[in-house]
């Protein structure tokens, strides 16, 4: 699945539009290496998001297309 698509589905990131635009920002990093909005995530990966002076550090754990919003937390971990 696509990052800002993830970003967006998980919940982490509200619209798709603002995870494309933190991702060309250079805000999101995915395993350590600053990653495009189309870059692949898969389980197991490591995102770590900056916003403004907080930054957010998860696990991956599932990928789905769609999940409601009370199932969203469960596609990731906080490290």
Do not use: H, P, W
Request: aromatic share 6%.
């Amino acid at each position: 699945m696509r990052l800002d698509k993830y970003l967006k589905v998980s919940r982490l990131i509200k619209r798709r539009t603002v995870a494309n635009e933190a991702c060309d920002g250079g805000r999101v990093l995915l395993n350590g290496k600053v990653a495009k909005a189309s870059a692949n995530v898969k389980e197991g990966d490591v995102l770590t998001i900056s916003f403004g002076n907080k930054e957010v550090k998860v696990e991956v754990l599932s990928v789905q297309e769609t999940v409601k919003k009370d199932e969203a937390k469960e596609l990731f971990r906080y490290i």
